[in-house]
């Protein structure tokens, strides 16, 4: 994975924001190298991530999938067939057109990083503002702290993915 930016899509409004996001889903857009992960290895990351099978409270929460050409739309049908034969239960994910996506407020970006205001300002002296949320380490990083990955792997990409003669201290509380 190289990145991913929060947003909204699946809706019809113009510019949606948190405060109107009108008939859109609260999405995350994954910026992947297909040479390294796979798309049906995405959806099964999808799936294993979350319970589809009830109906969410509104459409701001629902259970997506948005595919950009015809193979993608049917490898999503197909994982989603899997998904109910293996879990013997319908499942609620609407799959359908990717359309227009809009990315969240900034402030909605990279939320676990985000909590550890020492990383931020780490982070901010090796990217510029506008690279921050952008780049695949702070995308990497914010995974870890939402709990994914050990600490020592997470070190070592975070060397080959940070520009040369730079570096971020991660110390867990």
Do not use: C
């Amino acid at each position: 994975m190289l990145g991913t930016t929060v947003g909204y899509a699946g809706g019809s409004s113009e510019n949606p924001t948190y405060r109107d996001l009108g008939d859109h889903a609260e999405t995350v857009e994954i910026h992947y190298d297909p040479a390294v992960v796979s798309y049906k290895q995405l959806l099964d990351i999808f799936w294993k991530s979350h319970d589809s099978g009830s109906r969410s409270r509104s459409r701001q929460y629902m259970s997506a999938i948005f595919y950009h050409d015809d193979e993608q739309r049917k490898l999503a049908v197909e994982s989603m067939q899997q998904e109910e034969a293996r879990t013997h239960r319908k499942l609620y994910t609407e799959i359908s057109p990717a359309g227009r996506f809009y990315r969240a407020e900034d402030y909605h970006q990279k939320y676990y990083l985000r909590q550890r205001s020492d990383l931020v300002d780490q982070f901010r002296k090796v990217y510029p503002a506008e690279t921050f949320v952008d780049s695949t380490a702070a995308a990497r990083l914010n995974g870890f702290l939402a709990g994914y990955g050990s600490l020592t792997d997470l070190q070592k990409e975070l060397d080959a993915l940070l520009p040369p003669g730079k570096s971020v201290n991660v110390k867990l509380h």
